[in-house]
C-alpha cells in the first residue's frame, strides 16, 4: 500500500488555518437564535474582511468558499436550500469584493468597514433574490426588502469595526492603549 502525499505551501497552510477559523464562526452562529429567520450576524465575515485585507481577495475567496462548502457539511445543511441560499450570498459579495478591490485609489481604500458593508449588502441581496426566483417567487416578499437590507447594513458596520479592532486599523475605543 502506497501513501499519498500532497505537496503543499505556506499559503495552503494559511488558507486551512484560516478556514477552519472562519468554519468554527460559522458552526456557533448557525447554533444563535434569529429574530428573522435567515438573518444572521454573519460573523465569520470578519475573518473574510480581514484575510482580503492582509492577504488579497485570491486568498479571501478560498476562505469564504471552503467555509461555505464544509461549514454546510458539518452542520448538515449541504446542497439544501440553506447551502444554496449560503453559497449565492458568498458569491455575491466576493463578487462586488472583487470589483471593489479594483477600484482606483490607494490599496484598502474601503477600509474594513466599508469592504464589510458592500459584503453584506451584496450577501443579502443575492440571497434575497435566489429566494425569490427559486424558493418563494411572490411579490409580497419584495416587503421584506428594507428590513433585509438595514439588518445587512447593522451587521455589515458592526463586523466591519471588529475587523477593524483586530486589524489594529482606527483609533483605540478607550483612547491610546498602554505601551507593553
Request: glycine fraction near 8%.
Amino acid at each position: 500500500m502506497t501513501a499519498l502525499y500532497f505537496n503543499t505551501t505556506r499559503d495552503d497552510h494559511r488558507i486551512a488555518w484560516l478556514a477552519a477559523l472562519a468554519i468554527t464562526l460559522h458552526i456557533v452562529e448557525s447554533a444563535l437564535p434569529s429574530p428573522i429567520p435567515g438573518v444572521k450576524p454573519g460573523l465569520a465575515n470578519i475573518i473574510t474582511i480581514i484575510v482580503l485585507i492582509q492577504f488579497g481577495w485570491s486568498t479571501a475567496a478560498w476562505v469564504n468558499l471552503l467555509r461555505v462548502l464544509v461549514g454546510s457539511v458539518l452542520i448538515g445543511s449541504f446542497l439544501s436550500p440553506t447551502f444554496i441560499l449560503s453559497l449565492v450570498g458568498a458569491l455575491s459579495s466576493l463578487l462586488v469584493l472583487r470589483l471593489a478591490s479594483w477600484l482606483p485609489g490607494p490599496k484598502g481604500a474601503f477600509g474594513p468597514i466599508g469592504y464589510s458593508v458592500l459584503a453584506a449588502l451584496a450577501h443579502m441581496a443575492g440571497q434575497f433574490y435566489t429566494a425569490y426566483l427559486l424558493f418563494i417567487p411572490h411579490p409580497a416578499l419584495f416587503h421584506l426588502l428594507p428590513v433585509l437590507m438595514t439588518a445587512a447594513v447593522i451587521f455589515g458596520l458592526t463586523s466591519g469595526f471588529i475587523a477593524q479592532r483586530i486589524l489594529g486599523h482606527g483609533p483605540h475605543p478607550l483612547g491610546q492603549p498602554s505601551a507593553p
